[in-house]
């Protein structure tokens, strides 16, 4: 059973002929939110206030409703335009890049008494985690998967080996990333995948850690941080969908390396230390 408003369940149940359109939207793992419509114009969900933009075409297999722990499957077709850009990046660009990679995907559909008037909600049909992507050079084929594929996690989930395997500053690690974080203001000669700002190098390691856009274009969305180099500048593993302008602003989250002296000696954290320095490799264990 999928749940739908009681406006929706009325329609559905009457004799008088409606419209439907699919909807899609897309999370990056770096925070962004896409939303498209597949019918011929944007469609505005009134229920939520969300605006499905029209952009690239697409095409998706059937979807089904299993009962039990079967994995349901999702395949997408997208055949983006020059012109359709995901920020200020074109869809292939962007793809090639990664920054479709672990993304999640909803799919709704929208039953209207009138084209437009969304007003009996929606049902989402399917909702998962893109798995696999293979970009050519007119479209995308997104494999996507549902959540139930969490379910597939072998366990135990922690393993005994010498580096931490906490997830810097989640629930294990209990360490306060923002309590060493810092702001910065881009400055001339910044790119969506280098961030120049004035001031002195910081001490704080903030290679492997996170940059979160503050204002600007990229407001909202986060990279990971590969290195940061005298300038001071931080170089991103993943560049920034749209272009930085002088004056945008930037949180720096600090990273980890994982080893022992790190927890200690940088963050005196060692109470929460999830490594096992001292165990004897594979080679030498009894």
């Not at 941080?225 to 749209?242: D, E, R, W, Y």
Request: charged share 15%; proline share 6%; hydrophobic share 40%.
């Amino acid at each position: 059973m999928k749940p739908a408003s009681a406006a929706l369940v009325a329609l559905l149940n009457g004799t008088q002929e409606f419209i439907m359109a699919d909807l899609y939207t897309l999370t990056l793992q770096g925070g962004g939110v896409f939303r498209y419509s597949a019918a011929a114009t944007a469609i505005t969900d009134t229920s939520t206030g969300r605006v499905f933009a029209l952009g690239p075409k697409f095409e998706r297999s059937m979807t089904k409703i299993v009962i039990g722990t079967e994995v349901d499957e999702l395949d997408v077709k997208i055949y983006p335009e020059p012109t359709d850009l995901m920020g200020a990046t074109p869809w292939l660009t962007a793809a090639w890049q990664g920054q479709l990679d672990g993304a999640l995907l909803q799919l709704e559909r929208a039953f209207m008494p009138a084209y437009g008037d969304t007003s009996p909600g929606t049902v989402v049909l399917f909702s998962g985690r893109v798995s696999d992507i293979d970009a050519s050079r007119t479209g995308l084929e997104l494999k996507c998967r549902s959540h139930l594929e969490l379910l597939n996690i072998q366990m135990p989930r922690r393993l005994y080996q010498p580096s931490c395997n906490h997830v810097f500053g989640d629930a294990m690690c209990q360490f306060d990333r923002s309590s060493l974080a810092i702001t910065v203001a881009a400055t001339a000669g910044s790119t969506a995948a280098i961030v120049k700002w004035s001031g002195s190098f910081p001490t704080t390691p903030f290679a492997q850690g996170t940059i979160i856009g503050l204002s600007g274009a990229n407001a909202g969305q986060a990279r990971t941080i590969t290195a940061v180099q005298s300038g001071p500048q931080v170089t991103l593993k993943m560049a920034f969908l749209s272009p930085i302008a002088t004056g945008d602003t930037f949180q720096l989250l600090p990273g980890c390396d994982h080893t022992l002296a790190t927890c200690q000696n940088i963050f005196n954290n060692l109470d929460h230390h999830g490594g096992f320095e001292f165990i004897p490799t594979p080679e030498n264990a009894v």
